[in-house]
Nanobody, 124 residues
């Protein structure tokens, strides 16, 4: 059974940090790209970062570059999103998704698997 489980969300003050984890099972982690997405109330789901597990190449949206860092531990089948200098506008439900590397990074409409999400709330 395929599983993606996000954890690490919570409430943090502006300027603080959180590390999200995406623990996976049921597919060959090395053959997939993992993407992180977020969705704030009333807004569309936004792709913010991606890592290709075969070679570690990473991508970031402009809104998070230099503040967020994506990484993965292939031995643990887990991807991470280290978030620093958090802002109130980062408040959202954060999701991870997986897509076969040959198809590129996951997108909001093209992903093979999704997690259930974890809430991140940044207070001002």
């Amino acid at each position: 059974e395929v599983q993606l489980v996000e954890s690490g969300g919570g409430l943090v003050q502006a300027g603080g940090s959180l590390r999200l984890s995406c623990t996976t099972a049921g597919f060959t982690f090395d053959n997939y790209a993992i993407g992180w997405f977020r969705q704030a109330p009333g807004k569309e789901r936004e792709g913010i970062s991606c890592i290709k597990n075969s070679d570690g190449i990473t991508y970031y949206a402009d809104s998070v570059e230099s503040r967020f860092t994506i990484s993965s531990d292939n031995a643990k089948n887990t991807a991470y999103l280290q978030m620093t200098w958090l802002k109130p506008e980062d408040t959202a439900v954060y999701y991870c998704a997986a897509r076969e590397i040959t198809d590129g990074c996951p997108t909001p409409t093209r992903s093979d698997y999704w997690g259930q999400g974890t809430q991140v709330t940044v207070s001002s």
